[in-house]
């Protein structure tokens, strides 16, 4: 291992091979020839080629399987200045169409002149037999391509700006970088770059920008609004927004100013203002855009529902019954006859409402009628759920819409399917409505054809979406869109302690604590959070593995409401590791930051990763791995840099620098739990928190298990979660907007 407090070393040489490379990050494993040893270096150093000479400073450390690295923080890079160095520079592909045989025909002719020969005279090329002075101009381009993003890394380190990000800023300037940064460095925070507010910020204080800067001031601006993105919200009230801004940008007393910058950025069309009941609010362009397409698409499809009396379904439900030897309840009746004669249909309930016997009614008969039908969820264990209880193959919605490719002036992946290239469907069903956020939902609709029915399927008890937005809540409140809600618990589900649990936390009762037979156990804790760590790891690995036959890993999950804390997620996970998966001579591991990774791990995929290349265990190929996909480490190889994850039947790679991506996933929270199911929840609760233990998070939890749920705590820590009705207030306006446009379609 590094040792934090070891001295820094400078080391020089020339690169002799390179062992992996990842262009997007930057990062490298190469050898480096210092004339006395052949070192291996580890570290971000993007676009370094073999024959490069440099000079790196970091420090020696040392892996139990690898040996011992260096690793550089500090890069200095030489243009190689020995024939034999240029020969080996230009032979490692560099610049395109230069091979083996042209370099050494190039480097014979100008010796240790060549790389002044290619930049300052670079017509003289053309004497070398093959080259002629096409080829010789485009060997000039790509030589000064290749060199001008070693300036611009230069000139960014300067500022404290990372290799990965300095990659993405050439990509989308190149040789006006400079430029660009120095008339506006606020435009690093916009996509693909993304730089935070606070980077840009430095920057803008060491090139001589005021506080009061109008730049600065639309910067801020703008991110206040992209970082409540992350709370939910899809815009904000103005005074909040002016207000919140004011104080990031310590500029209170400069209302004016600030006024002036939200007018400029208005004009600009950066951020769109609407006002509702004389309260105006301000979104970031693309959320206005996404609500109100959304609010525009659902009015349609209300239109194309014919007015009038619904028709008569009632044979038609009468023969599946029949055919299927089952009764209907009336509400799951009246739940089919509402989708089959709508175009668009919410339905909702808990666990044990008979949710899952009515959408097969309704798929069924959708099928019988000739219908096309898709059925999607928006992670890949809701989607794998909802297969196993349709018997009909789902997708997510990413892969439903087929991811296509990345827009490089925003960064964003585009989908195939939308308005131009609409999805060959005539319904979709779409289920865990409560987690799709509203950029999504705006690509779904786009890509329906207006003949589609959509049927939306959800619990609104459950926690909204990560992302902004509260769609299935906002769609139900604005009383527009045929809904209905199935509320009888079946006897079947009566039996469970853990389906009448839930919907005593919905009713606002606390679930009996005193149950032995069932399926519901609670283990008062009175002892130290240790106590209840060690608690937890012996239920994983022993006691419920011996009286049930669970895996401790597949089948366990263990649920907390927060990630920090002595018993949040980051504690869970260290001891579980330690109990699941402890440190094993036989098993490969890298330490990561602070966290160690080794083969045998479970783990989650924590963003939207587009480009991971997978392959499912029939031989399909694809791309992309979702933000909440639960797997397991299989291999970890160092020499090729390379982790190996499975995902149920496909195997992902990564290469070791994108383990940012993932985290331990022995205890998850419950937001990363929603839309997956698990044979066996256990659930921590000792101190209580307002903000973080309600009665939206103790349902979510819950209703997680399938067939065992265990919390341990106390006893008061859940009574005052179920007490504790907070709903999490999320600014958007699709109520409003949806009750608008379907008003303004009414003849």
Known sequence: MQKENSPLITLSGT??????????????????????????????????????????????STHPTYGQQFRAEVCERHMPATSTAILKYLSSGIIKGIGPALARRIVDRFGDGTLEVIEKDHEKLSEVRGLSQAKAADIFDQYRRIFGLRSVMLYLAKFGVDSSSSIRIWKLWGALTKDMVESNPYLLMNEPVELAFETADVIATSLGFSPEDPRRLRAGLSRVLTHNLRNGHTCLPRNRLLA????????????ELLENALEEASRDCEIVSDTFDGREFIYLARLYEAETFIAGRIALLLCATPPGEAPDFSKEIEGLQKSLGIEYDPLQKRAVAMALSSRIFILTGGPGTGKTTALNAILTLLEGRGEKVALAAPTGRAAKRISEVTGREASTVHRLLEVDFRDPDTGRHKFKRDEANPLRVNAIILDEVSMVDTPLMQSLLKAMRMSCRLILVGDPNQLPSVGPGNLLRDLIESDVIPTLHLSRIFRQAELSAIVTGAHAIVA???????LRDSDFFFLEQSGSYQDTLSTVADLCLRRLPAAYGYDPVTDIQVIAPSRVGALGTVELNRALQQALNPKDAMKAQFLFGSVTFREGDKVMQVKNNYDIPWRRDNGENGAGVFNGDIGLVEMIDRPSQTILVRFDDRVAQYSIDMADEIEHAYAVTVHKSQGSEFEAVIIPLMSYHDKLYYRNILYTGVTRAKKLLIILGRPDTVRRMVDNDRKVLRYTRLKDLLEQSVSGQKP
């Open 244 to 255: 919140t801004a004011a104080e990031m940008l310590d500029v209170a007393g400069e209302e």
């Open 508 to 514: 606002g009762e606390t679930p009996p604590l005193n």
């Open 15 to 60: 690169v002799e091979a390179i062992v992996y490379q990842n262009a997007d990050s930057g990062y490298v494993v190469m050898e480096l020839d210092t004339g006395a040893t052949l070192e291996t270096v580890v570290g971000e150093i993007p676009g370094v080629t073999a024959g490069e000479e440099l000079s790196v400073t970091g420090r020696y």
